[in-house]
């Protein structure tokens, strides 16, 4: 039976001003296809397979919650375009992205979570269950964990693609250990550049930053840090219009964007770092983000929607990495599973239960 959400007596959806980047919706009132053999409604459902969700989905079902997992046709999230992971505890020999998210899924489905590699196109948080439409399936949840992620903004080069993970990065903290003692380019001229940058001199024997304009954007602590580095080096007005190398990355064609000139810059590694973008799609229009586009947090995982939650970097912008997705993938099942047993949905928990 529907109920009205919270004491919010039937939710309307936020106004969305802008261009809104809603995943494109089915229908409303659209025939929804039964999927044999599958579950379609759940006590918990999580939106995402990174780390976030597919720890949440861990949790939940090892609280038996049998969560349902609608974890993108591109599941894994960011780590499946990393290579070597050397920073997630209890791998001392590291581990590749990919593996690493292959095991947390059979983690997950080992305690009974059922993952499907759907996107979600539309939801509706209006009242309880929550409704979420993926792949033509309507699925009906009681709670939500939203932990959709955040995508790298790249270049948008087939030869920036064609390199990735073969000296072309996204994540100095997950790659940059990879370039000791080698030359490197960091693009980009906001904090995450700069940080990236810095973070780069710990390894690299030179830091070369491309910025497309002729001063930073990023805060003047980060850029007098930078600039001070004897091991950074900034070319202004340029921009990479071509990675170079066939297997490996060994320079990039730059242009400068002032008189049009292009010049080769040979580099063993590139880092892009012009931004992310949190995977908020169809939730904007139900969920505050905050000023840079995230979603909002109210109070531990809790958004504006009592019984929905949130996990991972599609609500942070500044740790961004696999160990803090999954330990809010973890608080966010655990407060789902808190939030049911207060509503009578499940069977208190010990901790013992998790
Ligand atoms: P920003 O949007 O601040 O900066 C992006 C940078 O990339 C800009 O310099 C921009 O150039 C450049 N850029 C964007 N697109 C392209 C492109 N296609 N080609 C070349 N260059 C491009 O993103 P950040 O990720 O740096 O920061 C996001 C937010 O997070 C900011 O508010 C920042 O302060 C914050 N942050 C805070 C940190 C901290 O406090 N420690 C660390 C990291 C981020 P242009 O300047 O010309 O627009």
């Not at 599958?38 to 918990?44: F, G, I, L, M, Y």
């Not at 439409?133 to 995508?151: D, K, P, R």
């Not at 990735?164 to 550049?193: H, L």
């Amino acid at each position: 039976m529907s109920q009205d959400v919270g004491g919010l007596g039937g939710l309307k959806p936020l106004q969305i001003i802008g261009d809104g980047e809603q995943g494109m919706a089915a229908p409303v009132g659209a025939p929804v296809e039964a999927v044999p053999g599958n579950r379609t409604s759940a006590k918990v459902l999580v939106v995402g397979s990174g780390p976030a969700g597919l720890t949440a989905a861990i949790y939940a079902a090892r609280a038996n919650l049998e969560p349902i997992v609608l974890g993108g046709y591109e599941a894994g999230g960011q780590l499946m375009i990393t290579s070597e992971v050397e920073n997630f505890p209890g791998f001392p020999e590291g581990i590749q992205g990919p593996e690493l998210m292959d095991r947390m899924r059979a983690q997950a489905e080992r305690f009974g979570a059922l993952v499907v590699d759907v996107d979600v196109e539309r939801v509706d948080l209006s009242k309880r269950p929550f409704r979420l439409w993926a792949g033509g399936v309507e699925y009906q949840a009681e709670t939500v964990i939203v932990a959709s992620g955040a995508s790298a903004l790249w270049l948008e080069l087939e030869s920036e693609s064609r390199l990735r993970g073969r000296g072309v990065s996204a994540c100095a903290t997950c790659d940059g250990f990879f370039f000791r003692d080698r030359k490197v380019v960091v693009v980009g001229g906001g904090d995450t550049a700069l940080e990236e940058a810095l973070f780069l001199t710990r390894y690299a024997r030179e830091v070369v930053m491309v910025h497309r304009r002729d001063q930073f954007r990023g805060s003047h602590i980060m850029q007098e840090r930078a600039l001070a580095n004897p091991k950074v080096r900034v070319l202004w007005n340029s921009r990479v219009v071509e990675v170079l190398g066939a297997e490996q990355v060994s320079g990039v064609r730059l242009q400068d964007t002032v008189t049009g000139a292009e010049r080769d810059e040979p580099t063993d590694g590139l880092f892009i770092a012009i931004g992310h973008r949190p995977n908020t799609g169809v939730f904007r229009e139900w969920l505050e983000v905050d000023d840079k586009g995230y979603l909002a947090v109210h109070e531990d995982t809790r958004t504006r929607i009592d019984g929905v939650f949130v996990a991972g970097d599609v609500h942070d912008s500044r740790y961004r990495q696999a160990i803090t997705a999954a330990g809010d993938g973890c608080r966010a099942a655990i407060d789902a599973e808190r939030w049911l047993a207060e509503h009578g949905l499940a069977e208190p928990a010990t901790m013992s239960a998790w």
